[in-house]
T-cell receptor, first 113, second 115 residues
Framework: AQSVTQLGSHVSVSEGALVLLRCNYSSSVPPYLFWYVQYPNQGLQLLLKYTSAATLVKGINGFEAEFKKSETSFHLTKPSAHMSDAAEYFCAVSGAGSYQLTFGKGTKLSVIP | DAGVIQSPRHEVTEMGQEVTLRCKPISGHNSLFWYRQTMMRGLELLIYFNNNVPIDDSGMPEDRFSAKMPNASFSTLKIQPSEPRDSAVYFC?????????????FGPGTRLTVL
């Protein structure tokens, strides 16, 4: 069984500030982990994924995430927020041999000018 | 590549009417997923097809919901009869699975409003 917990349904940051979105997972098998972004009135778009290679994963738009097995975490970061980063972000987990993605509830990111 | 295509983008209907949502997956992808997104419940997997065969429909809420995939390039999700609580955004996603490590590609969604 797999589950994802995203801490904070809404996060606000100032433009240029660090973005940190938290994700903790639970998985009975080695996990594959994903971050998706959803802009208003659009579908989900993949930001980055961890599939058991490097623990620090770089994605699109300057985002990165670090897989920490000891903390069962996969937090998403970006050094400097841009207005265009305002969106909802979803963490998801899958397992080896599994087709199913289990999504967190999402975190809505607001960027203040 | 055009990505996953869904139609219609918006649907407004009255309670009791039949609703059909359509999806064209990315060419070459052999897995297709239907999701429902609501404020209360977030993203829920409704049904999963592999090679046009329904593998897991445990997320389908009730018998009013049905899904088909007659060929590799087309799928439908039907609600009959529709109810106000079915109002949500319905997403279709496709992937070419490799043991869980492949991402799913999402369509733009259909926003359904049942009055």
């Amino acid at each position: 069984a797999q589950s994802v917990t995203q801490l904070g349904s809404h996060v606000s940051v100032s433009e240029g500030a660090l973005v940190l979105l938290r994700c903790n997972y639970s998985s009975s098998v080695p996990p594959y982990l994903f971050w998706y972004v959803q802009y208003p009135n659009q579908g989900l778009q993949l930001l980055l994924k961890y599939t058991s290679a490097a623990t620090l994963v770089k994605g699109i738009n300057g985002f990165e995430a670090e897989f920490k097995k000891s903390e069962t975490s996969f937090h998403l970061t970006k050094p400097s927020a841009h207005m265009s980063d305002a969106a909802e972000y979803f963490c998801a987990v899958s397992g080896a041999g599994s087709y199913q993605l289990t999504f967190g509830k999402g975190t809505k990111l607001s960027v203040i000018p | 590549d055009a990505g996953v295509i869904q139609s219609p983008r918006h649907e407004v209907t009255e309670m009791g009417q039949e609703v059909t949502l359509r999806c064209k997956p990315i060419s070459g992808h052999n897995s297709l997923f239907w999701y429902r997104q609501t404020m209360m419940r977030g993203l829920e997997l409704l049904i999963y097809f592999n090679n046009n065969v329904p593998i897991d429909d445990s997320g389908m809420p009730e018998d009013r919901f049905s899904a088909k995939m007659p060929n590799a390039s087309f799928s439908t999700l039907k609600i009959q009869p529709s109810e106000p609580r079915d109002s949500a955004v319905y997403f279709c996603a496709s992937s070419f699975p490799s043991g869980g490590r492949d991402e799913q590609f999402f369509g733009p969604g259909t926003r359904l409003t049942v009055l």
